[in-house]
């Protein structure tokens, strides 16, 4: 398998995390553990974005030094991940030295061969995006995402001859269908492509703004966001030494508000950089509030740590994972969330927990009795190898809803199997308390397979259900132990705790 590189975005030190950096950084952090519990290579990476007008901006209205406050807003980031329990190998600052060094190395060979020059420019800005915008990209007059006028600004200025790879790049998406998805976002890059994409402003003069990376060719200029921050992706694996390893294995998560800088700008730098292209562009799309943009005067900001702390941070996970079909909008609904984990994880996952390990607990002190698989046993197995097969099918194709959809059916059909073989009935008959037995052990079984399939969705649940089940961590992680080998004779398990309480009260 080849190694991967997952990257989110290197967010804004312009404010504190919200909703929509956790999703993608969630996503990243799925990928990497379910394709390093299938034995591939990973590397991950997210992180700040510190220089700009934004980030300069914000800093003098808080009174402080850029510096100083994208120290605080970076270390706001880090310590949002750790608490989230949201890994990473690398966390990109873009004021790092050896970043500012990259960046300058990479613009001084573009410079050298000709493909950045100095020339004039009037155009329509917007601060919001950090980019100019051209006239027929605006939706009535205002960039389509802030919905503000963009702002005239006439200088001078390098660029990047971002045209002199118009038709590589139309090329490339040819010859590679599946560079960018899904296939809707990857269409309306073709259709950026119909046009002339013109070239690339990168640079600002200091007299205007100097919170950014000055040009390696002229001191009086300095370039910041994108010509600064998309090459963050390659600083970073050259910072650990691995670059071989990992570039161009690149998947790199966004969501559609920058997918143009990552369609188009990108792989032209790229081209002009003489590296190779990334390997894939994953897009998602928004999270909508239903009280408009997300921001802090409205007062709808949906904060990472603090629904961590109403709902547990997995039933956070669940719910962005189960609700938002990759690609596409969603509606962020606290009372969906409380649905989904009162119907899903507490109903679903928890109750089944409960009811098999506390029966395990009262007939065999915990003791994991004989198998002796009949018909409806044989069904059961099989629920959960098709949930597998669906949910790592689902998974490769970025539908993360799908697969949990998947797994979920196989849990109905585990808790059917409950109703059905009615343990709590036979165990009255001191004569059937062999079948008893070897029920609650293909019950086991399936709390042992869920916990493996569920760990890159639920990673805290899965550890709590390997500890309920006494399983060593080697078992959870071996993903091809077979069904009926996960518990040796006379293996206890422990009693159980309640997995996820149900919330009765939605907040406002
Ligand atoms: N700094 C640039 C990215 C440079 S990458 C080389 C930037 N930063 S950002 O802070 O604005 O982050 C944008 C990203 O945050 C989106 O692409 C997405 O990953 C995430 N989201 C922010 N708000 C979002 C939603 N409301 N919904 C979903 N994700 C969104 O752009």
Redesign the pocket.
């Known amino acids: 398998m080849e190694p991967l590189y997952l990257t989110?975005?290197?967010?804004?030190a312009n404010g504190e995390p919200h909703?929509?950096?956790t999703?993608?950084t969630v996503v990243v952090d799925l990928l990497a553990r379910f394709w390093r519990a299938r034995g591939r290579r990973v590397f991950t990476v997210t992180g700040t974005?510190e220089h700009g007008d934004k980030n300069a901006r914000a800093a003098a209205a808080a009174g402080v030094s850029p510096k100083e406050w994208v120290d605080r807003i970076s270390a706001e980031f880090r310590s949002t991940w750790d608490a989230a329990g949201l890994r990473y190998d690398h966390f990109v600052r873009t004021t790092d030295e050896y970043h500012v060094a990259f960046v300058r190395r990479v613009l001084a060979a573009i410079h050298e061969k000709g493909d950045i020059y100095f020339g004039s420019y009037r155009g329509l800005y917007c601060f919001g995006c950090e980019r100019f915008y051209q006239e027929r990209e605006l939706v009535d007059g205002v960039c389509p995402d802030h919905r503000v006028a963009p702002t005239e600004i006439a200088e001078e200025n390098y660029f990047f001859r971002m045209s002199a790879y118009q038709e590589r790049l139309a090329a490339l998406l040819d010859e590679r269908p599946d560079l960018i998805t899904p296939e809707g976002y990857r269409r309306e890059v073709l259709a950026l492509l119909r046009e002339p994409i013109g070239d690339l402003c990168i640079s600002r003069p200091k007299s205007r703004l100097d919170w950014g990376i000055t040009l390696p060719f002229d001191e009086r200029y300095v370039t910041y966001v994108w010509f600064d921050?998309?090459l963050?992706y390659v600083s970073a694996l050259e910072h650990h030494g691995l670059r071989d390893v990992y570039w161009p294995a690149a998947h790199h998560l966004?969501?559609k508000?920058?997918l143009k800088p990552h369609a188009v700008y990108w792989p032209t730098m790229l081209m002009a950089a003489g590296l190779p292209i990334y390997r894939r562009l994953c897009v998602?799309g928004?999270?909508q509030m239903q009280t408009g943009k997300?921001s802090k005067s409205v007062g709808n900001v949906v904060r990472p740590l603090e629904m961590k702390s109403r709902y547990g941070m997995d039933a956070f996970r669940y719910y962005l994972l189960r609700d938002m079909a990759f690609g596409q909008d969603a509606e962020f609904s606290e009372a969906a969330l409380v649905t989904r984990l009162n119907a899903d994880l507490a109903n679903g996952l928890g109750n089944l927990a409960s009811r098999v390990l506390r029966m395990q607990q009262s007939y065999f002190q915990g003791t994991v009795q004989p198998r002796a698989p009949e018909p409806v046993d044989e069904a059961l197995r099989a629920a959960f190898v098709t949930a597998r097969r669906e949910l790592e099918a689902n998974v490769e194709d970025l539908a993360f809803h799908r697969a949990l959809e998947a797994l979920w059916r196989a849990l109905d059909h585990a808790n059917k199997y409950v109703t059905d073989t009615a343990p709590f009935t036979l165990a009255k008959d001191p004569a059937r308390r062999p079948r008893v037995g070897a029920i609650l052990h293909e019950l086991c079984e399936t709390l042992r397979v869920t916990a493996q399939l569920v760990e890159p969705f639920l990673p805290e649940t899965a550890l709590r259900l390997a500890a309920m089940l006494a399983l060593p961590p080697e078992k959870l992680r071996d993903l091809d132990l077979p069904w009926g080998h996960g518990f040796a004779e006379g293996h206890r398990t422990a009693p159980p705790e309640p997995l996820f309480p149900r919330v009765e009260a939605v907040p406002e």
């Open positions: 989110t975005p290197i967010y804004y909703l929509g950096h999703y993608t974005d921050a998309l963050s966004i969501a508000d920058i998602h928004y999270w997300m």
